[in-house]
């Protein structure tokens, strides 16, 4: 075996009259950590393993003892009975040294036209092609669950608000579908990422490419890439797909904030617009009374930790010169933790959301008291061809007389209110009412109840649950 003259026992210890010492090895080792890149990596040895052959640079006879000995390895990892060794340093070469054990030469000959730069950035481009289609299911789930409440509560009025202030009457279906609108960016932004990852890296070799003759089109034939990398010493040093996919997290993740302290908020009892499930709640080890929102509460607050991994691995690559760096593998502990994240944060949104019930009626009656149709007088002014600034004026007026007196804008008589304008008619009363400025509201996008039922067709019919 090569490690007759290696004193280091490492892959790489030819050079080496000394071995690595244990605290460089605990210090540099990522195999606790991106062991989780095993299926892709053998999966990524297997397809150069085939092009190698093809290309008459191993036999046939050597191809097939790489292929079966890395589908035992692939199964032993499976099953829990693979030893990783953090002194070879990482997945690949654990991988390769466990093959090299188990075939002999042949397992010696599959690095040949590879260097582990290429392969790292192939196990991680094939990795996050696959969960990038995993959040794309997530998402679809939550918005699902979304649409499903938006449907059950269609009808339901609630206040608008504009700096948490209470500003215009809108359906609650409205506001369900709104993060509809925004997870699906996401879906469409995670999409258009993975079209940037889906990028085929090997053949790049250590950074300038290789003299053998290798065929990067078989490989990327094989793996089912639409494209090779263009230029060796990008690939090697890229890792701008890396920051994509977290900032395509970091935005799930903020989405996911804003409706979490949107629940929080809502199953106050300054609130009471939802009521989240019990099994869904936790209570307090003093407080007998207490049911706490603490998902929703998790959920905001793993939105730091979430644009910290994103902000680490940009300060990561910020100044890195020109091609590999070992700095480069700080990647995947942050690419790793925000998968975990994002993805049980999304999971367990949609359990929440479909075992929570809103409470119409209080939403209801929050629409009183905030003179919240006073844009919709303004409007009619306008239409009685008023200019509106001249027409916010007015209504103005209005709003403080209803002050002083301490009473709503509906129990205005008709005489009171033309005395701020004559063009004022009994037609007035049509829009003071909330449920007349809501389905006033008919422009595209508008929360009337007839554009907000098409939104949610549109929206069952994405999703396929119509
Ligand atoms: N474990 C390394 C990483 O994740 C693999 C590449 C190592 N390359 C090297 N030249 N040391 O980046």
Known sequence: MAGAHNRSGKLWGG???????????????SISYDWRLYRHDIMGSKAHARMLAKQGLI???????ILQGLTEIEQEINDGTFVFRPELEDIHMNIEKALTDRVGAAGEKLHTARSRNDQVALDIRLYLRDEGAALDRLLAE????????????LGAVMPGYTHMQRAQPVLLSHHLLAYVEMFGRDRERMVDCVKRINIMPLGTAALAGTGLPIDRDFVARELNFPAVSANSMDTSADRDFGLEFLFCLTTIQLHLSRMAE?????????FEFIEIGDRYCTGSSIMPQKKNPDIPELIRGKAGRVTGSLVSLLMTVKGLPLTYNRDLQEDKEQIFDALDTVKASLSITAELLANSEFNTERMKEATYGGFMTATDIADY??????????AHGVVGRIVTLCQQRGIELVE??????????????????????VEGSVNS?????????????????????????A
């Open 262 to 270: 949107e629940l929080v908020l809502w199953s106050a009892k300054e």
């Open 381 to 390: 002014l306008v239409t009685k061809n008023m200019p509106f600034r001249q």
């Open 59 to 65: 036999t046939g006879n050597e191809c097939d003892a």
């Open 142 to 153: 939550v918005q699902e669950a979304f649409t499903r409440q938006a449907r059950i509560c």
């Open 441 to 465: 509201r008919t422009s595209a996008g508008g929360t009337a109840c007839v554009r907000v039922e098409e939104a949610l067709v549109r929206a069952e019919q994405q999703l396929g649950i």
């Open 412 to 433: 205005l008589s008709l005489e009171e209110l033309q005395q701020f304008s004559d063009r004022i008619e009994k037609d007035i009363f049509d829009v003071l009412s």
């Open 15 to 29: 050079r080496f009259a000394e071995e690595t010492a244990a605290s460089v090895e605990a210090f540099t080792e």
